[in-house]
């Protein structure tokens, strides 16, 4: 990847090893669960997530919308944010396809939702209401910065719900750099949900996947919603290999994407026009936005980048993200921060 591209994670081609490993691979059906490749990697990521069981998925999106299927029936409620990837960016999957209502509650600025905004939108027991039936929180948090919630955090919301018979459900998209940040093992972050979704695709690299871990009973419903939708992939052992090299290599060096974001962040805050979100970014994600001063919209100035070579993500009429992964290196970060000093 010759080109410095910060749209996103989700922009990341394979690593050697990773094409390597892919053409290597065992394969076999998988929806007859004879892929060694898949199984393994399920098992893998079961016990990464400290669950009992995993689901290969082609997407986070498939693996949130399996969730949210499974836990919930049709005219059931699940709460999240008014930020959450699933309310925002997965169109509409959980209405359109499950019938489910979302139930939207602020997030605060960190990432979370307030516990007492949680209690106030569970339903009480009247044919007045849907039934409330799900919680969905999301770890890090994209739209508010790429925030890691804390074990502490999860802990708490994970017991509100479970006390009032809700489930949790976890968008750990990027579970690992959050786990990475708060320098903890993931299956921290996941043990108070009842189940999770994370991405082998963004800043592990793989090509393709995700994983959608729970107990054994919710991963044997899900399997059967995941044919119904056509996520059964078959031969997918070739995608499974890379998500084997993605959990085995690339989880620690996140941590340098990390420093690469605060390296990015400190060289645009030093532009006059430029308002960073989070001066000290807490994982891979830079928001900046552009200051009154300047009369260029984030459209206009992301395409003088663009001419300049790099690609960002415009985020708002005045608003950019950046996000910092594996082919982004320090000459790109340097990169970077000068076509922004040109640009504006
Ligand atoms: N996020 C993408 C875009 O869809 C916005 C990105 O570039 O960040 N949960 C979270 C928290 C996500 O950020 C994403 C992808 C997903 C789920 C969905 O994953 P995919 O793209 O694999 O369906």
Same mark, same amino acid.
């Given at each position: 990847?010759?080109?410095?591209?910060?749209?996103?994670?989700?922009?990341?081609?394979?690593?050697?090893?990773?094409?390597?490993?892919?053409?290597? !691979?065992?394969?076999?059906?998988?929806?007859?669960?004879?892929?060694?490749?898949?199984?393994?990697? %399920?098992?893998?990521?079961?016990?990464?997530?400290?669950?009992?069981?995993?689901?290969?998925?082609?997407?986070?999106?498939?693996?949130?919308?399996?969730?949210?299927?499974?836990?919930?029936?049709?005219?059931?409620?699940?709460?999240?944010?008014? @930020?959450?990837?699933?309310? @925002?960016?997965?169109?509409?999957?959980?209405?359109? @396809?499950?019938?489910?209502?979302?139930?939207?509650?602020?997030? %605060?600025?960190?990432?979370?939702?307030?516990? *007492?905004?949680?209690?106030?939108?569970?339903?009480?027991?009247?044919?007045?209401?849907?039934?409330?039936?799900?919680?969905?929180?999301?770890?890090?948090?994209?739209?508010?910065?790429?925030?890691?919630?804390?074990?502490?955090?999860?802990?708490?919301?994970?017991?509100?719900?479970?006390?009032?018979?809700?489930?949790?459900?976890?968008?750990?998209?990027?579970?690992?750099?959050?786990?990475?940040?708060?320098?903890?093992?993931?299956?921290?972050?996941?043990?108070? !949900?009842?189940?999770?979704?994370?991405? @082998?695709?963004?800043?592990?690299?793989?090509?393709?996947?995700?994983?959608?871990?729970?107990?054994?009973?919710?991963?044997?419903?899900?399997?059967?919603?995941?044919? %119904?939708?056509?996520?059964?992939?078959?031969?997918?052992?070739?995608?499974?290999?890379?998500?084997?090299?993605?959990?085995?290599?690339?989880?620690?060096?996140?941590? *340098?994407?990390?420093?690469?974001?605060?390296?990015?962040?400190?060289?645009?805050?030093?532009?006059?026009?430029?308002?960073?979100?989070?001066?000290?970014?807490?994982?891979?994600?830079?928001?900046?936005?552009?200051?009154?001063?300047?009369?260029?919209?984030?459209?206009?100035?992301?395409?003088?980048?663009?001419?300049?070579?790099?690609?960002?993500?415009?985020?708002?009429?005045?608003?950019?993200?950046?996000?910092?992964?594996?082919?982004?290196?320090?000459?790109?970060?340097?990169?970077?921060?000068?076509?922004?000093?040109?640009?504006?």
């Amino acid at each position: 990847m010759e080109e410095i591209d910060l749209r996103s994670d989700t922009v990341t081609h394979p690593t050697p090893e990773m094409r390597e490993a892919m053409a290597r !691979a065992e394969v076999g059906d998988d929806v007859l669960r004879e892929d060694p490749t898949i199984n393994r990697l %399920q098992e893998m990521a079961a016990a990464m997530m400290g669950k009992e069981a995993g689901l290969f998925v082609p997407s986070g999106t498939m693996g949130n919308l399996l969730a949210v299927l499974t836990h919930c029936g049709r005219g059931d409620e699940v709460i999240m944010g008014d @930020l959450a990837h699933t309310f @925002l960016y997965e169109a509409g999957g959980v209405a359109a @396809l499950g019938g489910v209502m979302p139930h939207t509650i602020p997030n %605060q600025p960190d990432g979370t939702l307030k516990l *007492e905004d949680i209690r106030a939108a569970i339903r009480p027991d009247d044919v007045h209401h849907p039934v409330s039936r799900l919680v969905v929180l999301e770890n890090t948090h994209n739209r508010c910065g790429g925030v890691p919630l804390t074990v502490e955090y999860t802990c708490r919301a994970g017991e509100l719900a479970h006390r009032h018979g809700l489930l949790l459900h976890l968008d750990g998209a990027r579970i690992f750099n959050a786990a990475v940040a708060l320098g903890i093992r993931a299956a921290e972050l996941a043990t108070p !949900a009842d189940s999770v979704t994370f991405c @082998l695709s963004k800043g592990l690299c793989a090509p393709v996947g995700s994983v959608l871990c729970g107990t054994v009973e919710f991963i044997e419903r899900a399997r059967r919603i995941r044919k %119904q939708l056509g996520g059964g992939m078959r031969q997918a052992g070739v995608l499974a290999a890379a998500g084997i090299v993605a959990l085995t290599k690339m989880i620690d060096r996140l941590a *340098e994407d990390h420093q690469r974001a605060r390296m990015l962040a400190e060289g645009l805050a030093n532009i006059s026009g430029l308002r960073l979100d989070h001066p000290v970014p807490a994982t891979n994600m830079v928001f900046v936005s552009l200051a009154d001063s300047v009369s260029y919209s984030a459209a206009q100035i992301a395409e003088r980048l663009r001419s300049d070579g790099v690609k960002i993500g415009v985020v708002g009429e005045r608003r950019f993200r950046l996000v910092t992964h594996y082919w982004i290196d320090d000459q790109k970060v340097e990169k970077t921060i000068e076509a922004f000093r040109r640009a504006i």
